[in-house]
């Protein structure tokens, strides 16, 4: 006797049983078991018959288990910061069977508020901090402020703007196609703010970064926005032979929104020459979640993340994770976003039990970096972040 006939006869019997097997299919011989199975399931649908799912197979138990902790976290596109931060989360947080967070590939920042609104499945979101002025004005959403709240700060996200070689200010822009990359991405609430600002009218061109730098070396795309944190593999891993470089942007005209930052070339080999420094802003980004009332089923799936969240944070702080987990303080506020009532009981419960602890020689690093050699510009740095995180009402610790 075969293989196969040796487990058709059986296969079409349990198929017969559970009434999914026509008689005929018995008799059958020239298919695999499983193409009989397959078959038959396809017959039923065909005529409307639901095909037995799990739980009529004594799988009730295991289906409860398995959906019982599931938590889903929108992230965002494969070329940017958000999905591999997602993705992270997931590792650190996942591992039993008390909680299983699963991270999605989604368009980015507005569309990942709207999913927590909208979309069934998804519990939080990473975000920017400035969505909530596009849902005020261009997407008009009420209440979103009450609607959705925040779990804690993430990383900065630097405001990149790549542009040709010929374009060497703002103003050399006016006019010219911009990649605001995909709908609902960051770039897409970031960019029309920072043109809009900086006083440059631009032609703006909604496509995929990634696609985007590639018309950006035929001339078709004067230039390109991408929000994410650096460095980012969208230019460390594409070799610059096309002269395309980062166009500074003052802090002034936007420190009501954003941060200051900057590019140096150990960020950017091939894009910013060594020993020089492209001083920009960033936007905030945010861990997001619904505001669940007290009563479901999600928020009680959100407070066990947020326990193993903040549990477990330490973990973020070595290897693999993203070094930019290390920037992140759990108690920062976010101006104009209110933290979740769970996060909040977590954090008092925390301070109660150990210090909030910042840690500043991150902070003079950077400076150093940014100011190689110039102690007097590496403590200005140093003291200007100083002072911007405590204007936001953040507690420092040496």
Do not use: C
């Amino acid at each position: 006797m075969t293989f196969l006939a040796k487990f058709r006869a059986p296969i079409a019997l349990v198929a017969a049983a559970l009434g999914i097997l026509a008689p005929a299919a018995l008799r059958a011989q020239t298919s695999a078991p499983w193409d009989i199975v397959a078959q038959a399931e396809a017959r039923r649908k065909a005529q409307g018959i639901p095909v037995p799912p799990s739980v009529y197979l004594g799988e009730g138990a295991l289906v409860a288990k398995i959906n019982n902790w599931t938590v889903g976290l929108a992230g965002g596109l494969p070329e940017g910061t958000f999905l591999r931060f997602a993705a992270e989360i997931a590792r650190n947080l996942n591992g039993t069977d008390d909680l299983r967070v699963l991270p999605m590939v989604t368009p980015g920042a507005t569309d990942n508020v709207k999913d927590l609104l909208y979309l069934k499945g998804v519990d939080i979101a990473i975000t920017h901090a400035d969505v909530f002025e596009h849902f005020r004005t261009v997407e008009k959403i009420s209440n979103i402020e009450k609607r959705v709240h925040f779990i804690s700060e993430m990383y900065i996200s630097e405001i990149h703007v790549l542009v040709r070689p010929e374009i060497k200010s703002f103003k050399d822009l006016e006019g010219k196609r911009v990649s605001f990359h995909t709908p609902g991405a960051g770039p897409s609430v970031t960019a029309p703010i920072l043109f809009q600002r900086m006083g440059v009218k631009v032609e703006p061109v909604f496509v995929n970064n990634a696609i985007a730098i590639e018309k950006m070396k035929t001339g078709e795309i004067a230039a390109l926005v991408h929000t994410v944190g650096k460095p980012n593999d969208l230019f460390t891993k594409v070799k610059n032979d096309f002269g395309f470089h980062f166009l500074p942007i003052p802090l002034e005209k936007f420190d009501d929104l954003y941060v200051p930052s900057s590019f140096t070339s150990e960020d950017y080999p091939g894009y910013v020459p060594p020993g020089e420094t492209v001083e920009g802003i960033g936007v905030q980004a945010v861990l997001a979640v619904f505001n669940w009332p007290k009563d479901s089923d999600r928020y009680r799936r959100v407070q066990r993340f947020i326990d193993f969240y903040f549990d477990r944070f330490r973990n973020f702080q070595e290897p693999p994770y993203h070094p930019k987990w290390r920037s992140i303080n759990l108690a920062a506020k976010v101006p104009g976003w209110t933290r979740y009532g769970l996060a909040e009981e977590k954090l008092r419960q925390l301070a109660e039990s150990q210090p909030v602890l910042v840690d500043n020689s991150l902070a003079r690093v950077q400076a150093a970096r940014i100011a190689p050699n110039d102690t007097a510009e590496q403590e200005r740095l140093f003291q200007q972040f100083i002072e911007w995180t405590r204007s936001r009402g953040r507690t420092q610790q040496q």
